[in-house]
């Protein structure tokens, strides 16, 4: 499964992947780019430290995208439970 991260707080995307691990999914990839990058921290170490305690965060992923001629900063946080 993956969190798409965006605009939105981080509890959001916590509450996706909490209802992800609860549905029965083992691998969840948090997906962000540019200023949404440190969301997606905060939501990886929110989940991991108070809502799946036994999750592990397994890869780290970190690139560049060109979009619109600009180079723009991406990461994938892979979480397993």
């Not at 890869?59 to 990461?75: F, L, W």
């Amino acid at each position: 499964m993956d969190v798409l991260v965006g605009k939105k707080k981080a509890m959001a995307y916590v509450l996706a992947i909490v209802t992800g691990f609860n549905a029965g999914e083992n691998e969840i990839t948090i997906k962000a780019r540019g200023r949404s990058i440190s969301t997606a921290v905060d939501t990886a170490e929110i989940v991991k430290s108070r809502f799946v305690p036994d999750a592990k965060i397994t890869d780290i992923k970190i690139g560049t995208e060109q979009v619109e001629q600009r180079a723009v900063s991406t990461i994938e946080i892979t979480m397993k439970k």
